[in-house]
């Protein structure tokens, strides 16, 4: 059974820093990708970020381009996403999912519970 949980969350002030981490557990990390999406109330959901074990690609939303960094201790089963200068508009729950199908992010299909970001003006 894949488990994922995200963590890290809470409240920062504009232009502050969180980190979030992904604990994984249930399938083999060498051929996966883990991705990072968020959904604010009233708003669909969004791909942030993603990272993958068969090339070490990463993906980014414009967005958080050049303010996020997706990384990966494969070690601890987990992964990471630094979010620096953050702006009330990345408010929303970050969830992380498991592409183990594919491992190009392109097919997640666990995902794990959200956790909630909160970015005050």
């Known amino acids: 059974e894949v488990q994922l949980q995200a963590s890290g969350g809470g409240l920062v002030q504009a232009g502050g820093s969180l980190r979030l981490s992904c604990a994984a557990s249930g399938f083999t990390f060498d051929d996966y990708a883990i991705g990072w999406f968020r959904q604010a109330p009233g708003k669909e959901r969004e791909g942030v970020s993603c990272i993958s074990s068969s090339d070490g690609s990463t993906y980014y939303a414009d967005s958080v381009k050049g303010r996020f960094t997706i990384s990966s201790d494969n070690a601890k089963n987990t992964v990471y996403l630094q979010m620096n200068s953050l702006k009330p508009e990345d408010t929303a729950v970050y969830y992380c999912?498991?592409?183990?199908?594919?491992?190009?992010?392109?097919?997640?299909?666990?995902w794990g519970q959200g956790t909630q970001v909160t970015v005050s003006s």
């Open positions: 999912a498991a592409d183990d199908n594919t491992g190009l992010c392109r097919d997640f299909g666990s």
